[in-house]
């Protein structure tokens, strides 16, 4: 799980940042063209807003995108606790 923040809540570092964390709608042509851009991340679950909880192989490319973007982060461990 990643917890993160947007340096002076910067816009455009959040847009770029979120573009290639996750899979993104990209659309031209008042929407005859689509295609999605693949993320980072393809399968995420996102408790709260600036909270991610992905799966552990994805961990090295998050940390060096968020280093990229200069994000504020902390990474947790969690575990599903299922009898």
Same mark, same amino acid.
């Given at each position: 799980?990643? &917890? !993160? =923040? *947007?340096?002076?809540?910067? =816009? *455009? &570092?959040? *847009?770029?940042?979120?573009?290639?964390?996750? +899979? !993104?709608? @990209?659309?031209?042509?008042?929407?005859? !063209?689509?295609?999605?851009?693949?993320? &980072?991340? =393809?399968? @995420?679950?996102?408790?709260?807003? =600036?909270?991610? *909880?992905?799966?552990?192989?994805?961990? /090295? +490319?998050?940390? /060096?995108?968020?280093?990229?973007?200069? &994000?504020?982060?902390?990474? !947790?461990? @969690? /575990?599903?606790?299922?009898?």
């Amino acid at each position: 799980m990643m &917890i !993160y =923040s *947007i340096p002076k809540g910067d =816009s *455009i &570092i959040r *847009i770029n940042f979120n573009r290639k964390l996750f +899979d !993104y709608n @990209v659309q031209s042509h008042r929407g005859k !063209y689509k295609r999605k851009t693949k993320g &980072i991340l =393809s399968k @995420v679950d996102k408790p709260a807003k =600036s909270c991610v *909880i992905f799966d552990r192989r994805c961990l /090295k +490319d998050v940390k /060096k995108l968020c280093e990229e973007f200069k &994000i504020d982060f902390k990474l !947790y461990l @969690v /575990k599903t606790l299922t009898p």
